[in-house]
């Protein structure tokens, strides 16, 4: 095939419930090489059909179910998860709405926008890029390292330590958070991490 008409296009992602793909998806699906696929998808955005979200990852406009927001951010960069304020602020450890979509990746911290939204990635070491969970169709913090995450990148000057007071844990969920770390999480200089947490808890 050395095109794609805009209905077989339309028809072929909604038979197959696509909501998110990259060039990669849309060269198989279609048996089309990517350089085509490439000039289809400008048509395709200039008729409001296809938006484009990163380098060679696009959103269906018009998909039979719209992904939400917090998928987009899982699929815009991967390996990623939803995590920090946003996390916390959906599991009401924070009262604060965040209207940035913030996830944590293995790779380089980076924002992208997206019709009116922020979509922030901060970059935290691979070996505690651990403790996530799939609900709702995308990758989410557990309520534990949410929490972790914050006062980590907050120790290492990626987060603001004056928002630390905002995070809801009383005293004993601190001890809990304490035993977390020094169950699951593999990191230099722990100890010292920990007696940072101490120090600046203020409950």
């Known amino acids: 095939m050395d095109s794609i008409k805009i209905d077989d296009f339309i028809n072929g992602l909604r038979d197959k419930s696509i909501s998110l793909f990259t060039l990669g998806d849309i060269s198989k699906l279609f048996e089309v090489k990517e350089i085509t696929i490439k000039t289809a998808l400008k048509r395709f955005q200039n008729k409001g059909v296809v938006s484009k979200l990163a380098r060679n990852k696009y959103l269906f406009e018009l998909a039979v179910e719209s992904p939400s927001q917090y998928q987009i951010a899982n699929f815009i960069c991967q390996p990623s998860y939803i995590s ?5 602020s959906l599991r009401g450890i924070i009262d604060q709405f965040s209207y940035v979509i913030t996830s944590v990746t293995s ?14 990635y901060t970059h935290i070491n691979r070996n505690i890029f651990t403790d996530y969970i799939k609900q709702d169709s995308y990758l989410i913090a557990t309520n534990q390292k949410a929490v972790f995450d914050y006062w980590y990148l907050a120790y290492k000057n990626s987060r603001s330590r004056n928002n630390l007071g905002l995070i809801n844990i009383k005293k004993e969920d601190l001890k809990v958070l304490i035993e977390y770390i020094n169950k699951n999480i593999e990191m230099k200089n722990k100890g010292k991490f920990i007696s940072y947490i101490k120090k600046n808890y203020d409950k």
């Open 84 to 88: 920090l304020e946003t996390a916390m």
């Open 107 to 120: 790779k380089k911290s980076r924002k992208v926008n997206y019709n009116g939204l922020t979509f922030d």
